[in-house]
């Protein structure tokens, strides 16, 4: 949680006068987010999204995301939608950052999601992958097997100091994941990040995706990986089953998987587990004590991993046979 | 900036239930407020602020501080109301924190008051000190006079690690401070924490007031004496005559002051740069670096502490004679 960067009032109002918004009622910067700096803008058009995009989104990645959030909601998914400036730019400057203004979304994320929301997700998650079919621009997922491999050697020199063996683990796991990954899967924009905290429901249903800044085209079933891996496990690091198998059926019922898909789960929920502890990894070990941001913890990865380790097909996930 | 307490939507959602708010929309931590956790809170019913008291702001404090928002708010004055439960109660407990809901307000904090917004601060805070002449509830000032001598007990053999000669400073000047503090000045409710940052304004005008939680019962002139400090310096530590003139002068314009509080300006103000001083200080000596909170620095106020040990008198401030 962090605002990274402070906007003043003149500032604020400068930057709106390319917007078409009105005068501004209120602006308060968001504890949320962990990677840009977020603000609530309220105008006399309405509420909005304020986002400074911090060093680790690229402006050159700007087109992909902005016009992906077009197009996703072009065609009915609840994500944020940009809101162009006068002279249709989708981003402008802000202190020296590149800064959009989005749409404001209702609804809550949940703390810990029960088995209709890992269904609703699952549903939505395919929607999704349908609806972002056609997209016409290509990003390539840059935390794929090979951007783990820097991961991995910068990370396992002091892995130990995190989880005894997790250096020795980390090696190997990405060995075999480089023999085993997938490749000839269907592929599309992914999400790539579809966590709890990045979806919102209203009445049990899904009312809004966002957090689009790791999208990327790679193969729809290792966003279905991502997903398991972070709704369908218990605070405990125990996989629910039953979670699984709700956002598995869900998500076939409107997109069915190919029988190659199936086969993969394993392996992919594999890497987007250790995906995701590498991250982690990373960010624990270099970690700055001073910085505004609370670090999550990479052994809750390494629980999961070896949940997925000992995984004998798809049907370990609850995969409806 | 921080959210120190995390609401997770079920915990927010049967919270609620002893309100007549209808659902939520949307609920985000706002990152501001160093002493509570805030949130913004938006229902069927309208936009709010939802705050958890942290452990500065003491419980049973809670009665005189929300009890007086009402009673400003029932006289005109521009801050939060507090939206009571069905029960009638003004907070409930949130995650075993008390909690109450308010009303949201619109406006922007000037980062940097320009001379029209100090007079318009001027006239709003005395319209405060009346609208308040009738509460009926009592609270001491806890950071007068009596408070600081614990403060500079506690800071003064660190202090030179700061600044050079701080700690003889403070010694010295709690000492004059203790022998010239007036007594018998007017006196009512005050805000005693009239910053920019508590402050919002729409088209140049006071729009809201708000962050009543060091409001107490002491001389009306230290609360003047304090807005001095907090708006009329420059970034550079310069007093801006122009804009403490237009402060004090749009002040008296509401609320005239007795010969006796102009008289006492300088050594009040002086006063309340040892408070900020202390406070600050104290905060910076034993600042937690894991902490999301970005800690103020002690010497921008010995900065101004310099300049009104060298004040001759109110017409050093702008007093119009």
């Known amino acids: 949680m962090a605002v990274y960067t402070d906007v003043s009032d003149t500032d604020l109002n400068s930057f709106l006068e390319a917007f078409d918004l009105g005068a501004v009622l209120s602006f308060k910067g968001i504890a949320e987010g962990v990677e840009n700096s977020n603000f609530f803008l309220k105008t006399e058009r309405g509420s909005y999204f304020l986002t400074l995009y911090e060093k680790r989104v690229q402006e050159e990645d700007l087109p992909y995301f902005l016009g992906l959030l077009e197009h996703l909601s072009a065609r009915g998914i609840p994500c944020p939608l940009p809101v162009r400036a006068r002279d249709r730019k989708q981003w402008r400057s802000l202190n020296g950052r590149p800064a959009a203004i989005v749409t404001f979304l209702s609804g809550l994320s949940p703390r810990k999601p029960d088995v209709q929301q890992c269904g609703e997700v699952g549903a939505a998650l395919a929607r999704l992958h349908l609806a972002g079919s056609d997209y016409l621009f ?39 994941l480089e023999e085993r990954w997938p490749a000839g899967l269907p592929e599309g924009v992914i999400h790539a990040d579809l966590f709890p905290d990045n979806v919102f429901f209203m009445d049990g249903k899904v009312s809004g995706i966002f957090d689009f800044y790791f999208a990327c085209n790679d ?67 270099n970690r700055d004590p001073r910085a505004l941001v609370t670090v999550k913890d990479p052994v809750e990865y390494l629980t999961k991993l070896r949940f997925h380790q000992g995984a004998t097909g798809a049907a370990s996930y609850g995969w409806p046979s």
């Open 219 to 285: 193969a729809f079933a290792y966003d279905i990986a991502v997903a398991l891996n972070a709704w369908c496990f218990e605070p405990d690091g125990a996989y629910n089953i039953t979670k699984g198998r709700a956002l598995l059926s869900c998500y076939r019922a409107v997109r069915p998987l190919t029988g190659a898909e199936v086969a993969a789960l394993p392996v992919l929920a594999r890497g987007a587990a250790l995906r995701f502890l590498l991250t982690r990894l990373h960010d624990w070990l």
């Open 138 to 176: 290509h990003r390539a997922n840059a935390l794929s097997v090979q951007g783990w491999k820097p991961l991995v050697k910068s990370c396992e020199p002091r892995a130990n100091a995190v989880a005894m063996g997790l250096g020795q683990t980390i090696v190997s796991e990405l060995r075999l």
